[in-house]
């Protein structure tokens, strides 16, 4: 029991090249017919693979703190070593079904619950399991194998649907669910021998598919983008003993929200009092979500609520490590502050999306401090956190980016100075611009948008434009045609809703017009005549033939471009 876990799964990297023989699927088995009793002795983590070996044995104890789950969901793939198997003997339809669907590990108490884990033991768990095996050895125990147990079949296309449906809008538009599912249902209907043989069927299915090929080569990228030219090994992040946020909003309630997430104390500072509640309010209420959802505690939440303070005072910021800046416009002014009042040595942020943190940083006398950190809204949600690195970053100071990133549990990406960065360019260059050119050739708001929410997007780009204003993304596009030339036409709907005061949610009309919650959208004759109008302005030739397909295509490929 050597190292910090006991599996943490099979190699990623051989998927593609063929896993070494012996396969696991075949140790396994060997593992479960050995004549004498096995005892898994898990801690840490048995994921996927890792799981599977644990179920193939004969008995399993776990310390308190192990995590044991099925995450193959996540690169569309079909758990293939017995795991489809074997797991519904121990547990039972809903329950595999359940951890294969999230792909969530489970802890040691709810693993023990519900039959997976044989006894929680104290650390190291090799004690625990010899002790164990001792006594069965003792008692003349013979083996326990999982493939001799039944599974309960009672209720099973039920289970299967009622998980099916929990997850439908997490998995919209993928498919490997249904490959568990069918893998499952094997399990309860056919020979353990048969069913390993469906598994295997299934397994190599998704594995080939289109859909585990991209999703592994999104998690291959997300570590890629961890390795930055320029930061070696020996560079070493500064600590982060507190952070201050400057700006309460919408966009410094969620920054905070994501420090105290991560057990890092923050001031916030605001222009007066009623500001600072507001924001400390925020989050709260951030907090107050999560115990809703169920996803921590009340004593936890009040835990990291306590880690938070505001001010008014820019003195208050001496003790800070890092200062993020996350107010709208005035950030030179916010800057040429900071650079009087944050401690030497502190990394100076901005969370700026548009504008040059190198005129930025030319506002301070210490250049080398400035980095931006594009944290995007709901920032204590959203995975992704763009690291910029300015003229005169200091590696250093982006190590410390890159490292805050890791402790917020954000994606990091380490983007140059240019306007929008990647994700913005991506979508207003590529997105935006190909939905508003859709909109111009006759293809209605809402059908664009359940298009793309159908294809898997958690929400249509229509209604994330309303949902951050339509005036931002036309504010947004002048800045940018300031500076670039784009061939028309380029974004030209927007700036007209803004004109007629559809300025989006907040407005209570945008692109669709809110009923009386303010939330549900609803399309409006208005915006149609709006579009229609500018479409006849530039003669642009209205269609009725535009399909799902097409709007998925053009507007997806558009982003693959841009990116």
Partial sequence: CAGRTFAAGADINEFDTGVAAPHHRDVFNRVEQAAKP?????????????????????????????RLGLPEINLGIVPGAGGTQRLPRLVGIAKSMDMMLTGTPIGAEDAHKAGLVDAIVAAPAVDGAVAFAERLLAEGKA???????????????????????????????????????DAVRAAATLPFTAGLVREKEISDAALASAESKALRHL?????????????????????????????????????????VNAGIPVTMLETDRARVDRGLGLVRGNLDAAVKRGLITADEAAKRGALITGTTAYTD?????????????VKKKVFAELD?????????ATNTSTLDIDEIAAVTKRHEAVLGLHFFAPAHVMRLLE????????????????????????????????FGFAGNRMFIDGYMREVEVLLLEGAAPERIDRALTDWGMAMGPNGVNDLSGTDILADVRAQLLAREHRPEPYLVVTPELVKAGRLGIKAGKGVYRYGEDGRTP????????????????????????????????????QLVNVG
């Fill in 38 to 66: 096995v005892v898994a002795a898990l801690f840490g983590t048995a994921l996927g693979a890792g799981l599977e070996l644990a179920v193939a044995c004969h008995w399993r104890m776990a310390t308190a703190d192990a």
């Fill in 143 to 181: 083996p326990r194998r999982t493939c001799d147990m039944a599974v309960d079949a009672g209720g099973l296309e039920e289970a299967i649907a009622a998980s099916l449906k929990a997850a439908g809008r997490r998995l919209a538009g993928r498919t490997t669910q249904h490959g568990d599912a």
């Fill in 219 to 259: 998690f291959l990228a997300e570590r890629w983008v961890s390795r930055v030219p320029g930061l070696g090994r020996d560079i070493t992040p500064l600590p982060l003993g507190r952070i201050a946020i400057i700006g309460g909003g919408t966009m410094g309630s969620g920054i905070a929200t994501c420090c």
């Fill in 317 to 329: 910021l001496a003790t800070a490590d890092m200062v993020i800046e996350a107010v709208f416009e």
């Fill in 340 to 348: 009087k009042f944050a401690r030497p040595g502190a990394v100076l």
């Fill in 387 to 418: 690291i910029v690195r300015a003229a005169k970053t200091d590696p250093t100071v982006l190590a410390t980016g890159v490292e805050l990133a890791k402790k917020l549990r954000k994606v990091g990406v380490v983007v140059g100075v240019c």
């Fill in 522 to 557: 609803h399309p409006d004759p208005e915006t149609a005549a709006i579009i229609r109008r500018v479409a006849e302005e530039r003669q642009m030739r209205q269609r009725t033939d535009i399909t799902d397909a097409e709007i998925v295509e053009r507007t997806i490929l």
